[in-house]
């Protein structure tokens, strides 16, 4: 059975970098897991990508080298189980604010005796090149699970949150969390509110032994990010280089406005 390599890293404290995949097309997913990025996850919460066809890039990010994670649309059973049992090597669970969510998170996604997985699938086990047998008695060792804390309930309750076992990584959504704030959507900002709240998360982290993560625009984002501290670090989206190539070209040509529709 392969290993994860993301997981074994974030362990060892290292950091990691990857990026979101939000259009729902396999032959993009195709080409952006050739260009280094470590991880790709797929993105299920905010975008029309279907479990199907969130399957099939799962397989080609795999074939491919990198690891297939995806983020679920909510903290359920039925989403967890079916991204895992087609394929995903981790989940990102969404708005998680209290133990019980994340506990509830890691009951879904380890199987016994440490959660409450249940047994079925093939592509899970195609996908880390074994037998289904093997990945029932390995997956626990291998499968990425990640909360995500971003809102103030979370961050109130962060330490309650990362001392759930069986969680790997805490990953900060910017925009949500600056929202929960009454403040302007953004990746990153001049607000003590939100730079005290990750100081505490990734305080908190560092002190329950896990990977703190958080989602940033650009690499220079990535750069202080990872000197702070940070380890699972997400940098924009494929739609998010896509319009930002397009801009600049179109900009330099005189053509529209140059905007940037969408970063992530």
Known sequence: MKNNPIRSKLKRGEASIGTWITMPDPFGAHLIS?????????????????FETAAKMFAIVAANGAVPLARV???????????????????VVPMVNSRAEAEAV????????????????????????????????????????????EHVDAVEDIDEILSVPGIDAVFVGPNDLHASMNLPPTFDSDSKQFNAAL????????????????HVVDAAQAQRRMAEGWQFIAVASEAGFMLSKAGEITKALGLGKGAVAAKY
Do not use: C
Request: aromatic share 8%; charged share 20%; proline share 3%.
């Open 34 to 50: 050739k260009t280094g990025f470590e991880w790709l996850t797929i993105e299920l919460e905010h975008t029309p990508i279907s």
């Open 73 to 91: 649309p909510y903290n359920t059973v039925e989403n967890i189980k079916r991204v895992l049992d087609t394929g995903a090597w981790g989940i």
């Open 106 to 149: 890691v009951k879904a996604s380890r199987y016994r005796p440490i959660g409450e997985r249940s047994i079925g699938g093939s592509l899970h086990a195609a996908n880390f090149s074994t037998d289904a047998a093997t990945y029932y008695a390995k997956a626990n060792e291998e499968i990425l699970v990640i909360v995500m804390a």
């Open 199 to 214: 100081k505490k998360i990734l305080a908190s982290a560092k002190a329950h032994g896990i990977a703190a993560g958080i």
